[in-house]
């Protein structure tokens, strides 16, 4: 048996050896997590936190659900791996499980290890399928950390990479609290949208393969999609020849309260992709997209794939989480958590003037923190004290926008009166930068 270290022995050796390199610079000061069930995590030091970022957002199922663990077991008994080349019984029931839970002709997936994987496929699925090589993006997407999807994650973490290849545009992002578009008007008339297609016919060479969106941006700052942009945005990748790639890895699965987050705008993409709890907390993403879009393709000899995909030990986690989600109905359960959340971020907000603004929906919600209301200020160093009292004081949260954005991601097993010490917790931090309410 391992010897017990403990949290200092932990961290030095960590300073010593792991790889530092992490969104979140302040992990080598620890917490050091050594246990999790459902929304509760617990460190080396034996002390719970309330998970409300579900893990890297992938554990929304709850940490160790024991279907998920059964799954593991299960492929643990019989196949762990498989040549990624070969069918494995696993991927086939795997891709006709989600060929169910998909809109209707979306048909085809393949199955890889991460977000950034799933997206890289969908891009280069997009630049087969059309001939074309340019892709744009929302200036706050996230869409992963290898090159290429880096090259179109314009909400930070480029510095120090030098050039990426041509052919990657930012587009304007409807961040309606701050949207110098809309200023004099309550409702989007896309002109942000407009001018981007503007700009982005202006400069590119008229490739555009894709334009890949998140359907709310998370990492960005948590910022919801005005009514009908969606459905805007594909009309004009239509205008242009291009396909709509729309990254479901921390919306889909029945996070905001329906399967896909698409779907909430009546609009169904040419690709789309999922990762982060696909598998209960077990690396695996997917690409999905159409029978004609996937024949095609095949047939240039595209080939896709890593060492890893299509493993039958994910893939049977994947199975169970899709299983789970029908089964216990999370659908509804994200609607329910949600509701319940909101009215504790609209008391927290009567409360505290510092919160301009609540976005979001089911399992994803945010909050933006300002100096003022009116002019809007944000308020960073405070939104850092706040978030580091919360983790001090036993709710994990995420803090974005270097600090002005809090990020909120319960598991789909949270209960109220966890959702009630959390905006205790939250009221008490609020308190404690900014005196009494």
């Known amino acids: 048996m391992t010897q017990k270290l403990t949290e200092s022995e932990l961290l030095e050796i ?7 390199s992490r969104i979140d610079s302040n992990a080598v000061a620890g917490p050091i997590m050594v246990w999790g069930r459902g929304s509760v995590v617990r460190d080396v030091n034996g002390k719970e936190y309330l998970d409300f970022n579900s893990g890297q957002m992938c554990g929304a199922l709850g940490h160790n659900h024991p279907r998920i663990v059964q799954a593991l077991q299960e492929s ?15 991927e086939i029931i795997l891709a006709s499980r989600m060929a169910e839970i998909s809109p209707p002709g979306m048909n085809r997936s393949m199955f890889l290890t991460s977000g950034s994987d799933s997206n890289e496929a969908a891009m280069a699925i997009a630049k087969r399928y059309t ?17 290429s999807t880096r090259a179109v994650t314009f909400s930070g973490w480029h510095e120090g990479y030098g050039p990426y290849a041509p052919g990657n545009y930012p587009i304007f992002a409807p961040y309606k609290y701050r949207c110098s578009f809309c200023r004099e008007r309550s409702d989007c008339d896309f002109s942000c949208l407009n001018s981007s297609f503007e700009l982005l016919d202006a400069q590119a060479a008229g490739q555009l393969a894709a334009v890949i969106t998140e359907p709310l941006f998370s990492a960005g700052g948590v910022i919801d999609l005005p009514e009908g942009w969606l459905r805007e945005l594909k009309k004009k990748c239509e205008q242009r020849g291009a396909l709509l790639i729309v990254d479901e890895a921390q919306t ?26 696909f598998g209960g907390g077990i690396a695996i993403s997917a690409a999905v997209t159409t029978d004609e879009i996937e024949e095609r393709v095949a047939e240039t000899g595209l080939v896709v794939g890593h060492s890893h995909s299509n493993d039958p030990l994910p893939c049977n986690a994947a199975i169970a989480s899709i299983d789970i989600i029908l089964e216990e109905v999370l659908v509804d359960m994200a609607k329910n958590i949600g509701a319940y959340w909101r ?28 100096e003022d209301r009116v002019t809007k200020e944000p308020a960073y160093r405070a939104g850092q004290e706040i978030g580091r009292i919360c983790l001090d004081n036993g709710l994990i949260l995420s803090v974005r926008r270097r600090g002005s954005v809090f990020r909120f991601v319960p598991p789909f097993t949270t209960t109220e009166d966890q959702m009630d010490l959390a905006a205790e917790i939250l009221d008490h931090a609020f308190c404690q930068v900014t005196g009494p309410a």
């Open 131 to 147: 001939g074309g090589y340019e892709v744009a993006s929302p200036a706050v997407s996230f869409h992963g950390m290898n090159d």
């Open 343 to 370: 009215a504790h971020l609209e008391e927290l907000a009567r409360r505290h003037v510092m919160i301009g603004d609540i976005r979001g929906k089911g399992l994803l919600q945010g909050i933006e923190l300002v």
């Open 14 to 20: 960590a300073r010593k050896y792991s790889f530092r």
């Open 76 to 90: 643990c008994d019989t196949l762990i791996h498989s040549h990624m080349s070969m069918f494995n019984d696993r």
């Open 252 to 277: 889909g699965l029945a996070k905001l309260g329906t399967m896909w987050a698409f779907e909430q705008e009546g609009v169904v993409p040419d690709i789309f992709t999922v990762s982060k709890h």
